[in-house]
C-alpha cells in the first residue's frame, strides 16, 4: 500500500498542497504550528473518514472556506485506485475507485492507515473503550466477516437496551437474549483468535526493547470468566432491569497488558508506553500482511522522551514494517538519515517545499 500523490486543498492551514510520496519513508518538517500535523491529519482522514485530533470534522475546514478536499492516488498490490473526501459544513461525501460510498468500513478496509500521536499512552493508562478500538482494527482486518458480526452484536444490544429503558415485559427482553448470544459468541471467538495470533508477531519487536521483551496481554471477555453469556445475562436479569441497559458482554471486554506480570500502568513510564503501543501497532501491520494488505504509518512526533539509541532502534522498526511512512518533526537531525531513498517536504505556514 502506498500513496502515489496526494492533493490537500483548504484543509486546517493548509490551502493548496500537492505532493509525490516516496513508497518509503517521508520526512515532514516544520516549526510548530506550520501545518505538519494537519497533513498527517488529511491522510488519516482517507483512511477513517474522520480525524485523529478531534470528531468535529467542521473544524478541519480552513478558515474563510466552505469546504476542505483530500484526493489520493493509492497503489495497492497490481490495483491502483483513488480515494477523494470532501466536507462541507455538515455534510462529507467520499468517493472510492469512481463511486461514491456511505460507510466508513468501506474505506477502512480499502485503505489501512495507523497512526502513532504523543497521545499513543492512553491505550495502556486510560479506559478500555481504547483498547478495544485497538484491538477491533485489527480483528476487522484479518478475520473475515467481523464487521458484520459487530453488527449483528449491536443491533440486538441497542434493541435489548431499549426494552429494558421502556420496561418491557421479560418476554419482549429476553427475545433480543438468542440473537444477542450468538453475536456476541462469534464476536469473542473473533477477538480471541485474533490476539493470540497477534502474539506471534509482537516478541519480534518487543525484544529490541529489553524492559519491554516480558510483555504480556490476555483478552477480558466483558462478563464472568467460566459461564456462558446466556447464563450470565439470565442471572444479572433482574440488575439490568434496574439499571436500564446490559451491563456486561463484548461491549464491556478488555485487553490486560503486564510486564513481569505487572499491569503495564504502574510499570512502565509514559515513554516506554509509547514504546510498547507503537511496537504493538507495527506488529498488527506485520500480521496484516499475512492478507496481502500493508499500512500506512502516520507518526505524528516521535516520542520526545527517547534517548537516540531509542529512537534509532523505533526507526529501524519501522523501516523493517515495509510500509510507507510519514513522519513530522521540527528538524531532520531528529532523524537518522542514510542513503535509502526518501521524501523530504518542509512546511511553512501551510505550504509544502519539496527539497528531495
Not at 480483528?139 to 449483528?152: L, P, T
Request: proline letters at 3%.
Amino acid at each position: 500500500m502506498a500513496i502515489c500523490s496526494l492533493e490537500v486543498q483548504h484543509f486546517r492551514n493548509l490551502k493548496d498542497i500537492h505532493i509525490r510520496p516516496q513508497p518509503g519513508f517521508n520526512y515532514i518538517i516544520g516549526p510548530n504550528g506550520s501545518g505538519k500535523s494537519s497533513l498527517l491529519e488529511a491522510i488519516y482522514c482517507l483512511g477513517r473518514g474522520k480525524s485523529f485530533r478531534t470528531h468535529k470534522t467542521n473544524r478541519l475546514i480552513c478558515e474563510g472556506c466552505s469546504s476542505f478536499t483530500v484526493l489520493a492516488h493509492v497503489k495497492q498490490l497490481n490495483r491502483q485506485f483513488t480515494i477523494g473526501m470532501q466536507r462541507e459544513r455538515g455534510k462529507s461525501s467520499i468517493k472510492l475507485a469512481g463511486r461514491y460510498i456511505t460507510r466508513s468500513s468501506e474505506l477502512t478496509q480499502a485503505f489501512p492507515v495507523a497512526v502513532l500521536e504523543p497521545g499513543l499512552h492512553r491505550l495502556i493508562e486510560e479506559g478500555p473503550e481504547y483498547r478495544r478500538k485497538f484491538l477491533d482494527w485489527g480483528v476487522f482486518h484479518v478475520e473475515h466477516g467481523f464487521h458484520q458480526i459487530w453488527n449483528n452484536y449491536r443491533r440486538a444490544l441497542a434493541q435489548r437496551n431499549a426494552a429494558l429503558r421502556s420496561r418491557s415485559p421479560r418476554a419482549a427482553i429476553t427475545n433480543w437474549d438468542r440473537e444477542l448470544v450468538q453475536a456476541a459468541c462469534h464476536l469473542d471467538q473473533a477477538r480471541q483468535h485474533y490476539l493470540k495470533n497477534l502474539m506471534n508477531y509482537v516478541p519480534a519487536y518487543s525484544q529490541k526493547f529489553g524492559d519491554l521483551s516480558a510483555v504480556r496481554i490476555t483478552y477480558q471477555q466483558g462478563w464472568r470468566e467460566g459461564e456462558t453469556y446466556a447464563d450470565y445475562l439470565a442471572t444479572q436479569y433482574d440488575s439490568d432491569r434496574e439499571r436500564g441497559f446490559t451491563q456486561f458482554g463484548p461491549h464491556r471486554a478488555d485487553l490486560r497488558i503486564r510486564i513481569q506480570g505487572v499491569d503495564a500502568r504502574e510499570y512502565l513510564s509514559r515513554g516506554q508506553q509509547k514504546i510498547l503501543v507503537a511496537l504493538l501497532v507495527l506488529a498488527q501491520c506485520e500480521q496484516m500482511k499475512t492478507q496481502n494488505t500493508s499500512v500506512v504509518v502516520l507518526v505524528d512526533d516521535l516520542p520526545s522522551e527517547l534517548d537516540m539509541e531509542k529512537r534509532n532502534i523505533l526507526m529501524q522498526s519501522l523501516k523493517e514494517s515495509g510500509a510507507q511512512i510519514f513522519l513530522t518533526g521540527t528538524d531532520t537531525s531528529l532523524f537518522p538519515l542514510d542513503n535509502t531513498a526518501h521524501g523530504m517536504f518542509h512546511v511553512e505556514q501551510g505550504k509544502i517545499h519539496i527539497t528531495r
